[in-house]
């Protein structure tokens, strides 16, 4: 599902910085892995690339079946848009819009016909236990109500494969370890592919898999 | 051939008839068939040298306001080639304003108009001789005189003392044909009714006739503005003819010597 | 669509302010262009409706210029066989206690198969032969308010006269131009009342049916001979649109340039806001928009924000086209002499929609910059909380290549600058390059800045200088903008000082006589004429020294409306001589005082292309005159130019020795005031006649010259107007956009006062880099205005005078404005919840 090969990552500032320094990696339909590294080790960069937000300095990246340094920006965008989904550490909801209208929004800019979208924007918000909230905007929520529109959001397609950047960092304990169950419960539920990037040990460990990145380098790849 | 002036001087002794009055003819022969004839005898029977008389003119306009004006009116020469000259008298307002006609047999007549108010002449155009004449129920084309020459006539039909006679003009004037009456015992028109494209434009009745000097004259005659719904009424009084009048009295120095 | 409704719209919401500040120079730029024009078209409307309505059937007019013709010619025309009817006509303005009256003298007798007054109907003349032979008789329009014998006094040139109303006309077609201002008068008493002689002002015709105008034309053209005008009625315009259309032209410059200014305006603020969202634009991109829908989402925000705007432009524009309409009805005097009122205002489909076309055009090109920026946000960066974007270096340099390319074809362009497109050319390169230079010269001005401002106040004035130099996005869109409506405000200032000194000089030299004798108390006024023998009665009078005859009358010439001025040309070389712009001084007045030669007007020649030695033909009744021009002089008598003919050589060839003004210069030591008397006194009762003095006539000159310029206050008005609203603009976004970094700065220990002082310093800044730039970019714009107005405009080289009091007054105004608008900001800006502001992005 997704194959990293030789990818490098380099960011010119004022001095250059290497993210990541020829990663390879192969992750398959259907696993659940966290990546797991110090502040600054690269994980982030590992996501963004996989998400097709960046593209690697060097090295190739295949997202199911599509090399992604073939595509131009809307290729990406299109591979990032079907296949893709993001939960990010600090929700980057609208905090103009209501929860139904911020888990419509990836549908509309699929063009997507309005019934549908709204069909589709309540089941999702059903399904992380948010239907009786879809009006509220995300200032009247809790952190993690937050967190599960942002969640909803993500799933909004079925995308194959979700991306969470710290999904509990922003969150206390036990509404970390809910969340958590959430995204549990989703992978096993869609069966979607699940990387879950992370510092806290307690988050990788109910991975089965744990990459653990260290300077740019897979350091260390377990499997449970 | 004469105009109204002409004719109404002699026949009718309305001065200013209209024109279409003045084709009327004359002799009738002895068959009394030819149109021409009959109006060549009308103007024959009103043949005078000239003639002067003293006219009222009440204007009723269609609110049925009356407005009443004199003048005097003198003339001179032959039909079709005469002179005459018409002086306002009354009102002060309109007094010393006159009229000259000079009429020439072979074209339209020249008009002159002259105001003491502001000292000067106006010639007035052909292109105008359709329009009223100072807000009366003649056109100044009406006070022209012109030749028999100038008419086609077609006797229309035979009423017993009288016969209608239309007159169809060659040369350009305001109307296209005009049926007129005369009586048989002294060729005297009695009714003109003009036309133009679009209908009747004026009625002239005359009535009140009365021998002078042996030319039956109508001392009174009556326009109706068929299209305004206005009448003027004109009386002649002290009618006077064969008076001793000077050519040069007609002619624009003239008119700006009396004033 | 959706996205927008998502989006924008509630950005918008939360930034109404800033919203509708950003439109507010598209709203003032449409609303000028609209209101400007449909001013203009309206009054030019309500203008031809009255042309429409005096002409009647009329279908071709015979004139031969103001002077007009003797009558023998109104018999050649009605002997024309295609004429089916010929009226002759005078026209004259009177002044009466109604106001101005336009008298129509007709010819009651045959003028009614063209003009429809109805003479006879419903008694509307009580009695024809009374109205003809009493030479007072009025016909007026019902509308004038006035009953049937009612009496009206006015001044004639047999003195004060009483008119009687003979008649009135139902409103509905002639009754009703000018308002129903307009009566009939018999022709031949107006001739007299006017002091017309026997003379006719032009002859209204009617063709025979089937014949066309071409026709008509060549046969009358064939009858009255070359030195007469042949023209269907509606040609009476002309000379009102010329005016006009200088009007369009300066209204369009000003439109031109809000919109400029409200570009940047709207650049500044979708740049801000590109910033202000990239975090919204990063998600937008994370959750799989493509650049071009986050390009589509901006470019339609904006058009909408445009079309809002344009609309508001346009119904401000047609309230004002209502105000202005009075205004440029008054213009309209200069042809009838009776102000023209538009009714109604005429909006036309195709303004509006140009309109709309071009506030939304330029909304749209502002935010092509922006937009893409948007498009090209890295979603990873904008994800990440703190950072920015800054604006690269590149960009910077291309700008300045650019500039300096442009500097350059702009150089290039004036040496070329014969040529009117390279002109124009060469004139929006210079303002191209002043706003590509804009970033840098700010930036570099905000460093020379720093140490003022720190030397000011320490912490507050370098906070201030930095906040400027590090946000170079955030200020150089206000500060071009503020640069481009300062240039316009210099510009139109040094248009008019300029102006104004020139008129001065002009007066001092051509106007220097000390009395004038007129027939109005303006001077303009053509209406009445005096006879040439009351200038031998004046020379008799003590204490005048000499007397100048003087007509001054519009004659076609190249097909446009010119003064012509016959005067004693010799007597004028001595006693009011202008030097000559070409040609000999002392030759020009020679040749055309022996009735050799014309001298031009320096519009004239401009307008016209003539150069001296050219010889011009000017139509006159007795054939044309053929004259070189011997020298051409600064003269501001008339906006469309004007010749200086010798007097009899207009008597001969026009058979007119009437006069307009008699020019007096007086004995040494003689009394102004006991001259001016003795001539009231010999003449004032018998004639219409009015003194005036020396200082008279300079302040009518100059009250002239202030209606003229009265739009390019309203211009001026407009530029600062816009100007502020960029500050206010400018500080609202930058202040929005820097609440976290005043969050921190309070969090660190800023007082709210120097926080405050920060913003008004930023502010006072902003508006001291635009006035330098302003004042420079002024400068060139100038130039280019001054030349504008010797080119096309008004054909005179007016001179360069740079503003300097303008300059003077603008500083304080634009500091004290910008000062001003940033009390508002400033609070908020000490308002805002700390932690909200920490936590904003």
Known sequence: MIHLRGVFKQFDGKRKVTALEGVNLSIESGEMVSIIGPSGSGKSTLLNLIGGLDRPTEGEIEIDGSLLAKLDDDGLTRVRRDKIGFIFQFFNLLPTLTCLENVSLPLHLRGWPRKKIEERAKELLSLVQLGARMDHLPDELSGGERQRVAIARALSVYPPILLADEPTGNLDTSTGVEILRLIRDLHERLGATVLIVTHDLAVADSCRRTIHIRDGHVFQDVRR | ?259 | MILLRLISWPYARKHLLRTLLTTAGIVLGVAVFVGMHTANQSVLAAFHQTIDRIAGQTQLQISAGEPGFEESVLEKVQNVAEVRAASPVIEATVQTDRGNLLILGVDMLGDRSLRTYDLEGDASIDDPLVFLAQPDSLLVSQNLGVKLNARIPMRTMEGERTFVVRGIMKPGGLASAFGGNLAIMDIYAAQKIFGRGRRFDRIDVALQDGVSLDQGIAKLRAAVGPGFQVEPPSSRGEQFEATSRIYALASNITSVFALFIGMFIIYNTFAIAVTQRRSEIGILRALGATRGQIRTLFLTESAISGLIGTLAGVVFGIVMARAMAGYIGGLLEEVYGVAQTADSIQVEPWLIATAIVMGVVTSLIAAVIPARAAAYVDPVKALQKGRYQSLGEGENRMRRRWAMACVVAAALALVLNRYTPIFYAGYVLAVLAAVLMAPAASLWLARALRPVLAKLRPVEGTLAADSLIQGPRRTSGTVAALMLSLALVISLGGLARSSYNSIAEWMRIALNPDLFVTTAESVTARSFVFPASLGDGLRKIDGIDEVQLVRSVRVLVKNTPVMVVATDVASLGRRGRLPAVEGSTEEMYREAAAGRGLIASENFARLHGARVGEVLEIPAPEGVVKLPVVGIVRDFSDQQGSLVMARDVFVKYWHDDSVNVFRIYLKPGANGASVRQKILEAYGNQQRLFVLTNADLRNYVIRVTDQWFGLTYVQIAVAVLVAVLGIVNALTVSITDRRREIGVLRAVGGMRQQIRHTVWMEASAIGAIGLVLGFALGAVQLYYSVEIARRDLIGIDIGYAYPLSTALVLAPVILAAAFFAAIAPGESAVRGSLVEALEYE
């Open chain 2, 1 to 259: 051939m004469s105009e109204g002036v002409r004719i109404g001087g002699r026949t009718r002794s309305m001065t200013v008839a209209p024109r279409i009055v003045a084709l009327m003819a004359f002799v009738i022969p002895v068959f009394a068939q030819d149109p021409k004839q009959i109006i060549e005898e009308v103007q024959k029977r009103s043949r005078s040298n000239s003639q002067r008389y003293e006219g009222t003119l009440e204007v009723t306009g269609a609110e049925h306001h009356v407005a009443t004006k004199r003048w005097i009116f003198e003339r001179l020469g032959s039909f079709g080639d005469s002179k005459s000259l018409l002086r306002f008298t009354a009102p002060p307002e309109v007094k010393g304003v006159a009229l000259l006609i000079v009429n020439h047999p072979d074209r339209a007549s020249d008009q002159w108009m002259w105001r003491p108010s502001i000292g000067r002449d106006q010639r007035i155009a052909l292109q105008d001789r359709s329009t009223r004449f100072f807000g009366t129920d003649f056109s100044f084309e009406d006070l022209e005189e012109r030749d028999v020459n100038q008419y086609d006539f077609k006797l229309l039909a035979d009423e017993g003392s009288q016969w209608k006679i239309e007159s169809r003009p060659k040369k350009s004037s305001q109307y296209a044909y005009s049926y007129m009456w005369i009586k048989k015992d002294n060729y005297t028109i009695t009714k003109v009714e003009a036309y133009d494209k679009k209908g009747l434009v004026r009625t002239i009745d005359y009535r009140d006739f009365e021998q002078m000097k042996g030319i039956w004259t109508a001392r009174t005659t009556e326009v109706l503005d068929v299209r305004r719904k206005s009448k003027t009424i004109l009386k002649f009084d002290k009618l006077e003819y064969d008076v001793p009048l000077k050519q040069d009295q007609f002619t624009v120095e003239a008119l700006r010597r009396e004033s």
